[in-house]
């Protein structure tokens, strides 16, 4: 995070130095007016002889606002477009930090927390940019510009008498806002506390009137309420002392010039106009003083949220080589799967136990059991979305941890059982934004997969807008949508986990002969707790609490009346049972 944010200020390194000159330039320029104003008054001593001075200084001041409203739309604009860029470019790097962090690092993370990051974190360093952009440059260019102009342009020591108030003040506001914080915040908790009582007072009024606790509620209201009124008490108490310690340090700074300004007047080291130019300057640091604990208190909350995107960009990534995914090489669907145990991080308890499997290529494997029985797991391992060990998973003779994460899933086809859709165009969710597939390829993907007719009765075809997770379209209909992404990607490994469950088995049954179709070349494994999914397959395995307890084809499973012929009684209807019988 320290190396990103590094990088955007040198990205933007001259639009922040361009920034940084025109609010100097706006600092000086606001200045002027107080000089002017000074000269006016020194020449309206005598009206009739500097009429011609005084009109000029008025032109003089009309020309000065005009600059400093097109100096102030510059920096405005920049200090913008940075926040802006900043945010934008923030929120980019996240994103692709996300795509590629472990599955296993961030499947804990809640989709709200995940959307915090995004949000408000971001925001809260975009907001500390700002500020530091305008707020921060604006402190110290008016403390450097107007300090100078006060003691070059008035007086050196009526300028130092009047920065000690100054100082004093940047300094007890600093220290009361923290009171202010510590005691709103013991507000907001003391309030809450009153607010769940009364809730839960109301909630249980039956309860109250029954057992007679009128007068106890009565009294644990009445000392949480004066709780709440001590509490903001304190909140107004330190409100009012920030407030009035600005006033009263900028009051005394304004008795100090009057007092020792009049005393330089008389002396004539000074004139009327420039005492009135150096209260004119004294008027500039009110709002800066006002400032400093607003950026503090900023900066301490864009630290928490820097922190909390710290440890998102710590989590280790996986090594995906983008630029190649769509050139990359094909590999042999031979999977073999030797002693393989597997659990999951944190967990003790093992999700798969010596599991072995063998599919050569071009066989379909099924795979069958009960929720929670691993299949899904074995399916995240052959994907390589946790950590598998060295030597257990073979993909084309190849050791899965030797070949590249991109190389392994683009040669993998798979079809979750959540059947994930994007709120776009079909065509683009089944081609997943990819451009190289041609539109007659997407639609034969279609046709294979039993979707056809239902795009095509669509008011836009395959260019219709499904909406969000495909809400417009029915369960079956979104599993086929799915379905037709293996018909169109041409990988060597085709996975359906739990794909057909929304499907009519006569629609389970033509998709699963036109999968078997591509099977010549390619290696399907399809996962289902359903007999009729698998009862296809060239082999079967049943996965029970996380073991292989059976093996063998459709027949060979039903001769051996295990687990597998049990599912096929529960599913199946009497006459199917009895002609196996």
Not at 207 to 233: D, P
Not at 245 to 260: E, H, N, R, V
Request: glycine share 6%; proline share 1%.
């Amino acid at each position: 995070m320290k190396d990103l944010i590094i990088n955007l200020i040198k990205k933007y390194k001259w639009q922040i130095l361009i920034h940084m000159i025109f609010i100097g330039i706006n600092i000086y320029v606001l200045t002027i007016p107080a000089k002017i104003v000074g000269n006016m008054v020194d020449l309206l001593g005598n009206i009739e002889e500097n009429k011609e001075n005084i009109l000029n200084n008025t032109y003089y001041l009309f020309v000065v606002c005009v600059i400093c409203l097109i100096v102030r739309i510059i920096w405005k604009y920049l200090e913008t477009y940075v926040a802006r860029a900043f945010e934008k470019d923030i929120k980019i790097k996240l994103f692709q930090r996300f795509l590629k962090l472990r599955l296993q690092d961030i499947q804990d993370i809640k989709n709200g927390e995940i959307m915090s990051y995004f949000v408000k974190d971001v925001n809260e360093i975009r907001s500390i940019v700002w500020r530091i952009l305008s707020h921060g440059e604006r402190i110290i260019f008016i403390f450097i510009i107007t300090t100078y102009q006060m003691a070059k342009g008035v007086n050196v020591y009526l300028t130092m008498a009047v920065m000690a108030p100054i100082i004093i003040a940047v300094y007890l506001v600093t220290k009361i806002k923290s009171y202010v914080e510590k005691s709103f915040k013991k507000a907001q908790d003391r309030f809450t506390d009153l607010s769940e009582y009364i809730q839960e007072s109301t909630d249980s009024i039956r309860t109250t009137k029954a057992y007679v606790c009128e007068k106890n509620q009565l009294e644990n209201f009445i000392r949480k309420n004066r709780i709440v009124r001590q509490s903001n008490n304190t909140v107004d108490v330190f409100s009012n002392l920030l407030s009035n310690c600005t006033k009263i340090c900028f009051g005394i700074c304004y008795a100090i010039s009057l007092w020792y300004g009049s005393q330089l007047v008389l002396s004539g080291e000074i004139t009327v106009g420039e005492l009135v130019t150096f209260n004119g300057y004294i008027g500039l640091f009110v709002t800066p003083v006002d400032w400093i604990p607003i950026l503090i208190a900023r900066f301490k909350r864009a630290e928490i949220s820097y922190q909390r995107l710290e440890k998102i960009f710590m989590l280790e990534t996986e090594k995906i080589n983008t630029k190649r995914i769509f050139k990359t090489e094909k590999l042999n669907g031979d999977i073999v799967i030797q002693d393989l145990n597997f659990n999951y991080p944190g967990i003790i308890d093992k999700a798969l136990e010596n599991i072995n499997v063998e599919i050569k290529k071009g066989q379909t494997l099924g795979i069958i059991g009960t929720i929670g029985s691993g299949k899904t797991t074995l399916m995240n391992l052959l994907t390589k979305l946790y950590t598998v060990p060295n030597g257990k998973i073979k993909i084309g003779g190849k050791d899965i941890n030797e070949i590249p994460i991109d190389v392994l899933r683009n040669n993998i086809c798979y079809i979750t059982q959540d059947n994930f859709l994007f709120s776009t165009t079909l065509q683009d969710n089944i081609s997943l934004f990819r451009e190289d597939y041609h539109e007659e390829e997407i639609k034969e993907s279609t046709k294979k997969a039993a979707v056809y007719e239902d795009i095509k009765s669509m008011p836009e075809g395959i260019h219709t807008v499904i909406g969000e997770r495909g809400g417009d379209l029915s369960g079956g209909q979104k599993q086929r949508i799915a379905i037709s992404r293996a018909f169109l990607k041409n990988s060597t490994i085709l996975i359906f986990d739990d794909t057909f469950s929304a499907l009519d088995n006569k629609t389970s049954e033509k998709l699963i002969e036109n999968i078997k179709s591509l099977s010549n070349d390619k290696t399907s494994i399809i996962i289902s707790n359903k007999v009729s999914d698998v009862k296809f397959s060239d082999m079967i395995i049943v996965l029970d609490n996380g073991q292989i307890k059976e093996r063998g084809t459709h027949e060979e499973l039903i001769n051996q009346q295990g687990i597998y012929y049990t599912f096929f009684k529960q599913q199946s209807t009497k006459s199917e049972v009895s002609i196996l019988a």
